[in-house]
């Protein structure tokens, strides 16, 4: 499996403008993960996806933030309208499911993100 | 989920230990010590996780005490391209698995 995988690798946009960021998970991972990630803030967790489904949108900063999950292969992070602030690096992670035992290992494997620019 | 404590900064010799510590004080019993780690440009990366015994994989080990408080991250033969910062995160294994970073740990290895 080629990994997590995030496009695109960079972004630059005028405010204002509508951006999608798009993520395709590993395939047989159920679990999905939007994270954003600035020097300030650090790595903050915006939505998780378990089974096509949001569970938690508490990090989604505002209403300009929506995230989807069409399909178990596919999801899309989308700012509309931009604005510079929004400027960061947005990390997508997938993990399999939850397990029964403790012994399951479900790591999340992150994407090499999108280096989103608003000017 | 618990949080934890890190040092912002820790240094280290190329070929020497490094040895990164976590404060957790207020772990639940059913909550699991997670380290990832980040390195430059790059997503973080899982590591290594456990419960109360001690774990080793081919990256790390860890050492969990036995009130469970506190845990370390050991890279045993550090090497440059082991800087990097290293999250050590709480939460619980089974169910929705919520994952939160904190400011986490900046390791720097010189030669």
């Known amino acids: 499996d080629a990994g997590v995988i995030q496009s695109p690798r960079h972004e630059v946009t005028e405010m204002g403008q509508e951006v999608t960021l798009r993520c395709k998970p590993i395939?047989?991972?159920?679990?999905l993960f939007w994270y954003r990630q600035t020097m300030m803030r650090g790595l903050e967790l915006l939505i998780y996806?378990?089974?096509?489904?949001?569970?938690?949108d508490s990090g989604m900063p505002e209403d300009r933030f929506s995230a989807k999950m069409p399909n178990a292969s596919f999801s899309t992070l989308k700012i509309q309208p931009s604005e510079p602030r929004d400027s960061a690096v947005y990390f997508c992670?997938?993990?399999?499911?939850?397990?029964?035992?403790?012994?399951?290992?479900?790591?999340?494997?992150f994407g090499q993100g999108t280096r989103l620019t608003v000017v | 989920d618990a949080k934890t404590t890190q040092p912002p900064s820790m240094d280290c010799a190329e070929g020497r230990a490094a040895n990164l510590p976590c404060n957790h004080s207020?772990?639940?019993?059913?909550?699991?010590v997670y380290w990832y780690r980040q390195i430059h440009s790059q997503g973080p990366q899982y590591i290594i996780h456990?419960?109360?015994n001690n774990e080793t994989n081919e990256m790390a080990s860890l050492i969990i005490t036995e009130d469970r408080k506190s845990s370390t991250l050991i890279l045993p033969h550090a090497t440059l391209r082991d800087t990097a910062v290293y999250y050590c995160?709480?939460?619980?294994?089974?169910?929705?698995?919520?994952?939160?970073f904190g400011t986490g740990t900046r390791l720097l290895v010189s030669p």
């Open positions: 207020t772990i639940s019993g059913n909550e699991y």
């Open positions: 456990g419960l109360k």
């Open positions: 992670a997938s993990s399999l499911p939850p397990g029964f035992r403790d012994s399951e290992n479900t790591e999340a494997f």
């Open positions: 996806f378990n089974n096509n489904v949001p569970i938690d």
């Open positions: 995160i709480v939460r619980v294994a089974m169910g929705f698995q919520k994952l939160v």
């Open positions: 395939s047989g991972h159920n679990s």
